[in-house]
Nanobody, 124 residues
Framework: QVRLAESGAVSVQAGGSLRLSCSAS????????MGWFRQSPGKEREFVAA????????YYPDPREGRFTISRDSAKDTIYLQMNNLKPEDTALYIC?????????????????WGQGTQVTVFA
């Protein structure tokens, strides 16, 4: 069983930056893909970013937007989500996920384990 622990809830003013972290424990080396999703009340879970472990490939909904960057520290089995130029519409519960496959990482079914989520609030 893999356990995912995200960093704590944060608030920031619009235009600011945040970095979220998610540490995996329980079965070192078993995850081939890790990612971030977010969910707001009344909305479906939305893909934010993902990274394949073996090849290091990164995935985003729109690579051209460039405000969010995912990275990974393999020694710590931790992924990070750097978020810049935040907007009030980025307010959501950000959820970390891990899976045993490096494919299909933009969709929730690719993941086997989910964190509890961390609340991000961006105020105007």
């Amino acid at each position: 069983q893999v356990r995912l622990a995200e960093s704590g809830a944060v608030s920031v003013q619009a235009g600011g930056s945040l970095r979220l972290s998610c540490s995996a424990s329980g079965r070192p080396g078993s995850n081939e893909g890790m990612g971030w999703f977010r969910q707001s009340p009344g909305k479906e879970r939305e893909f934010v970013a993902a990274q394949g472990v073996s090849r290091g490939s990164t995935y985003y909904p729109d690579p051209r937007e460039g405000r969010f960057t995912i990275s990974r520290d393999s020694a710590k089995d931790t992924i990070y989500l750097q978020m810049n130029n935040l907007k009030p519409e980025d307010t959501a519960l950000y959820i970390c996920a891990a899976g045993r496959s490096e494919y299909g990482l933009k969709s929730p079914p690719a993941y086997d384990y989910w964190g509890q989520g961390t609340q991000v609030t961006v105020f105007a």
